[in-house]
């Protein structure tokens, strides 16, 4: 290698006490997968670790959902809102939900800025890992990146059976899709003077519901 990256180069091998003639090392070994766990715990450690995410996680019965999404959009003073058109969503009636709680329903493909204003984004999760309280979620066009990623407030429903042992899972039925976002906690960063802010690049709110 030459040129202006030389220096840099030279000095990351003076860093790892290296030289240009030292063998390349060989690749780490990649851990095994990991076996499934029993469902209710794996549900149980997803709850637990989204909540110490600093997220909100609630195992509800369908029968729950009213309630919920009523206090949900008294406390956040929800007026707008985005869904994806997904099967969960739509036998859950979230859109019709929300609407007779006075929220008025953007489309999903109304655009960015439209997107942003929404007080509120609702997904569903196409993967949960239980290990780090993460959510995968395959977007698309029809399944727009935005709705999770611009409103203050991220609603995620979860079905049992999206559970997965591990990204060894995820990765592989995951491989055609388009675009996979991962969601762990919301959103987060420690860029200015190392204090960590909620909300600067996403959403403030996580909110995660097993249904």
């Not at 990146?145 to 042992?165: N, T």
């Amino acid at each position: 290698m030459s040129g202006p990256r030389n220096p840099v180069v030279d000095a990351v091998r003076r860093a790892l006490g290296r030289s240009p003639a030292d063998p390349v090392l060989p690749c780490p070994e990649v851990l095994p997968p990991r076996p499934a766990g029993d469902p209710d715990d794996d549900v149980e450690a997803f709850l637990r670790e989204v909540t110490a995410l600093s997220g909100v996680a609630l195992r509800l019965r369908p029968a729950d959902l009213d309630l919920q999404l009523e206090r949900l959009v008294r406390e956040h003073e929800v007026r707008r809102a985005c869904l994806w058109a997904t099967p969960l969503l739509a036998r859950m009636d979230v859109a019709g939900r929300l609407a007779r709680l006075g929220v008025t329903i953007v489309p999903s493909d109304a655009g960015k800025r439209a997107l942003a204003e929404c007080d509120l984004g609702v997904t569903e999760a196409d993967f949960a890992l239980a290990e780090t309280g993460t959510i995968g979620l395959l977007s698309s066009a029809e399944r727009p990146r935005g709705v999770s990623l611009l409103p203050r407030v991220h609603l995620a429903l979860v079905d049992p059976a999206v559970f997965r042992a591990d990204l060894h899972q995820v990765f592989a039925e995951a491989r055609h899709a388009p675009y996979l976002v991962f969601v762990t906690g919301p959103s987060r960063t420690a860029d200015i003077e190392l204090t960590v802010t909620l909300g600067v690049h996403g959403p403030r709110q996580l909110r995660v519901w097993v249904l």
